[in-house]
């Protein structure tokens, strides 16, 4: 017998089983690529853009011609709704106290719910001016409390979250538009009142859980905010002229379009909302540019290039021709839209060491203001010269926003740290 065999057997351990956990742990994600976690509000965010970008800009101006109101009776409705918004500070405020953005977006949507149903009923100047000024609240409450919620969606990285929202937002009032030129007018506003009512009830059910923003560390690859008001007054008159230019021409457009241009209700609505269909990659593409170029280089180039679109639409109102040409510029308009709002929501962000809530609103309220004076200024223009020359005053104040200096850091967005009760990946 051999050596070898008279050895004992090794003893065989086997490898302890460690039972499967109940809830696995979670995926964290890579560094510097934010979780969107929150993925139950894509269908509230789609909801707000559907009423306040699609529907409401495109609808109201033809239920006032077709109630046989005068252009400057237009222009006034039309400016009623940029007085509402002027509570965007407000809500703003609510939120970063609440902590939750459940009262202002449920609120808001309630309120654009019954100021769509007014509308649909009726036809005198004064029920209009109050339920144009009941769109302006809500709408300026959704937005609010929306960008907030989006924007600590994306952690330290606010334009990530900003982007999906705008976005989401764009895909909605794309399929607004399209509703808004499709159906009739009394139809698309009572949907818009379904569409409302549900998204008030799903806010109510989907907000118990508070806004989580990281908090942010003090280590050198973090950027803080700018601090002194006087880049941040600067930023806010040069987004009021931009708000300006912008209102005074589209606050009127789709009647602009048809009588100043000969382009139809339906064509008018169809190409902007195929523009923002083609647009909505751009949404991702966008962050990506501010993280890389920075919030300022990104917002001077969206408003030269929508100034040169509201310089062709001057050009061919001078030349008093019915061109085709007018769709192009509306839809390279509509399409540079997601450069100007990312860009221009993270530079309110970067530059005011405010709380976040209010530095939102008050953006929102010296949109409100620019929209109201253009509103009413074009209303004055249309019902004094005509129509055509609603292209030329929207062209010559979108010179303004361009000759403002801007002292905006070429640097990504971060929030700055704010006192959060929530220590992990919060959960709706």
């Not at 959704?142 to 330290?156: I, K, M």
């Amino acid at each position: 017998m051999s050596r070898l065999s008279l050895r004992r057997p090794r003893p065989r351990h086997p490898r302890p089983r460690h039972p499967r956990p109940l809830h696995p742990r979670p995926r964290h994600p890579r560094p510097g690529y934010p979780a969107l976690r929150r993925h139950g509000w894509r269908p509230v965010y789609a909801a707000f853009g559907f009423i306040g970008s699609g529907l409401v800009p495109i609808i109201l101006p033809l239920i006032v011609v077709a109630a046989g109101h005068r252009p400057f009776r237009i222009g006034a409705i039309v400016a009623a709704q940029s007085v509402g918004t002027l509570a965007s500070p407000f809500w703003g405020w609510l939120t970063d106290r609440s902590g939750s953005p459940r009262l202002a977006v449920s609120g808001g949507f309630l309120l654009l719910a019954l100021g769509l149903a007014m509308l649909a009923s009726v036809v005198r100047l004064e029920p209009l001016l109050l339920a144009s000024f009941i769109l302006g609240v809500g709408g300026g409450s959704c937005a609010t409390a929306c960008v907030l919620r989006a924007a600590s969606d994306g952690g330290e990285h606010p334009a990530v979250g900003i982007s999906h929202f705008q976005m989401l937002a764009s895909a909605g009032g794309m399929i607004g538009m399209s509703a808004a030129g499709l159906l009739p007018a009394h139809v698309a506003v009572l949907l818009g009142c379904g569409v409302a009512g549900l998204a008030a009830l799903g806010t109510g059910w989907l907000a118990r859980a508070k806004l989580g923003v990281a908090h942010r560390t003090s280590s050198p690859g973090r950027w803080r905010p700018v601090k002194g008001r006087a880049p941040f007054l600067r930023f806010l008159i040069a987004w009021a002229l931009f708000c300006l230019a912008v209102s005074t021409f589209s606050s009127q457009y789709p009647i602009l379009m048809r009588r100043g241009f000969g382009i139809s209700f339906l064509r008018s609505s169809t190409m902007l909302a195929i523009a923002t269909l083609l647009s909505l990659p751009l949404y991702g593409a966008s962050r990506v540019l501010v993280g890389r170029f920075g919030c300022g280089a990104c917002l001077r180039g969206g408003f030269v290039v929508r100034s040169l679109c509201l310089a062709g639409f001057g050009i061919l109102a001078l030349a008093r021709v019915h061109a085709m040409a007018a769709l192009g510029f509306a839809a390279l308009f509509q399409f540079v839209w997601p450069i100007i709002a990312v860009s221009g929501t993270g530079t309110a962000l970067l530059l005011s060491t405010s709380l976040p809530g209010v530095r939102i609103g008050t953006l929102g309220a010296a949109a409100a203001i620019s929209s109201m004076l253009g509103s009413l200024l074009s209303g004055v223009i249309a019902d004094s010269i005509g129509y055509r020359f609603i292209a030329v005053a929207a062209a010559l104040l979108a010179v303004l926003p361009v000759t403002v200096p801007l002292d905006i850091p070429e640097a990504p967005v971060c929030l700055p740290s704010v006192p959060s009760e929530a220590s992990g990946p919060d959960q709706d």
